[in-house]
Nanobody
Framework: VQLQASGGGLAQAGGTLRLSCAAA????????VGWFRQTPGKEREGISC?????????YLVDSVLGRFTLSRDSAKNTVYLQMNSLQPEDTAVYYC???????????WGQGTQVTVSS
């Protein structure tokens, strides 16, 4: 069982990146997937979540609403975080996590670094 986050990198302000959260060993369709980010010295912040395929609802915090979107590709067992209009304050290590029920995330991917230059 594994969750892998990828797609981070360097972008200029106003640019775009797409992060991927790929699962192995279990079907991501039946899990809610959340994206979190963390900068040095700060607590990890939850920024978005997509529910299971039961209703595929998405939630994004105000700071990324209108710029980031979530999507799911069941065939690839992957959830994507499309990040547009990136800002320097989006610079962080981004993590994805999956939970099947309740509020506790059971599986976590390793972080992927996103750096946005001004």
């Amino acid at each position: 069982v594994q969750l892998q986050a990828s797609g981070g990198g360097l972008a200029q302000a106003g640019g775009t990146l797409r992060l991927s959260c790929a699962a192995a060993g279990f079907s991501l369709d039946y899990y809610a997937v959340g994206w979190f980010r963390q900068t040095p010295g700060k607590e990890r912040e939850g920024i978005s979540c997509i529910s299971s395929v039961t209703n595929n609802r998405t939630y994004l915090v105000d700071s990324v609403l209108g710029r980031f979107t979530l999507s799911r590709d069941s065939a690839k067992n992957t959830v994507y975080l499309q990040m547009n209009s990136l800002q320097p304050e989006d610079t962080a290590v981004y993590y994805c996590a999956a939970r099947s029920s309740g509020l506790t995330y059971r599986y976590w991917g390793q972080g992927t670094q996103v750096t946005v230059s001004s």
